[in-house]
T-cell receptor, first 111, second 114 residues
Framework: QKEVEQNSGPLSVPEGAIASLNCTYS??????FFWYRQYSGKSPELIMS????GDKEDGRFTAQLNKASQYVSLLIRDSQPSDSATYLC???????????FGAGTRLFVKA | SAVISQKPSRDICQRGTSLTIQCQVD?????MFWYRQQPGQSLTLIAT?????????ESGFVIDKFPISRPNLTFSTLTVSNMSPEDSSIYLC???????????FGPGTRLTVT
């Protein structure tokens, strides 16, 4: 199993819907998780960090961490066409020194 | 969060030549990283560059091909040597907050080798 796995998509949702992006991880990563957004032709931008079990909300974004099932999710409420991007899940390897990035999920929000 | 700049933003180079990419950070940071990203692909870590020590290279990347300098806590360079078309990619530098593990990326350098 890869350290961090994501469905590459694409995931297509209509404007105003909830977009749900998922990521699973192995025992080889530590318990800090990050979601980065990458627009086409741009570099990744950190949008959410989550360190403890449960939900963390920031505006229209909610990150969910379930340590028992080893998955982390990003929910985007009231999706907008401007949310169309690739979303990368990431976590540092246990022991630090390197962060593992998932392959990314491409999200399309249709107007 | 740190503000990171990279030079050049893009370049077109001939096979067999070398290009040095610069990464400048607006604050002192311990850990800097160099990544490569092929179109439509995720990030591939080339090496970790910590000030005062030799860079640590990932499997598949060697110092002769990708020499890295890290002369101080705000600056690093990555050289892509003896380039071939397979080196065409986007090269990104990033810095990490050592307390939170959050990473912040430069705008990238788009390299095309002809």
């Amino acid at each position: 199993q890869k350290e961090v796995e994501q469905n590459s998509g694409p995931l297509s949702v209509p404007e105003g819907a909830i977009a749900s992006l998922n990521c699973t991880y192995s025992d080889r990563v530590s318990q800090s998780f990050f979601w980065y957004r990458q627009y086409s032709g741009k570099s990744p931008e950190l949008i959410m960090s989550i360190y403890s079990n449960g939900d963390k909300e920031d505006g229209r974004f909610t990150a969910q961490l379930n340590k028992a099932s080893q998955y982390v999710s990003l929910l985007i409420r009231d999706s907008q066409p401007s949310d169309s991007a690739t979303y990368l899940c990431a976590a540092p390897l246990t022991g630090g020194f390197k962060t593992i990035f998932g392959a990314g999920t491409r999200l399309f929000v249709k107007a | 969060s740190a503000v990171i700049s990279q030079k050049p933003s893009r370049d077109i180079c001939q096979r067999g030549t070398s290009l040095t990419i610069q990464c400048q950070v607006d604050s002192q940071v311990t850990m800097m990283f160099w990544y490569r990203q092929q179109p439509g692909q995720s990030l591939t870590l080339i090496a970790t560059a910590n000030q005062g020590s030799e860079a640590t290279y990932e499997s598949g990347f060697v110092i002769d091909k990708f020499p890295i300098s890290r002369p101080n806590l705000t600056f690093s360079t990555l050289t892509v040597s003896n380039m071939s078309p397979e080196d065409s990619s986007i090269y990104l530098c990033s810095v990490e907050d050592t307390d939170t593990y959050e990473q912040y990326f430069g705008p990238g350098t788009r390299l095309t080798v002809t």
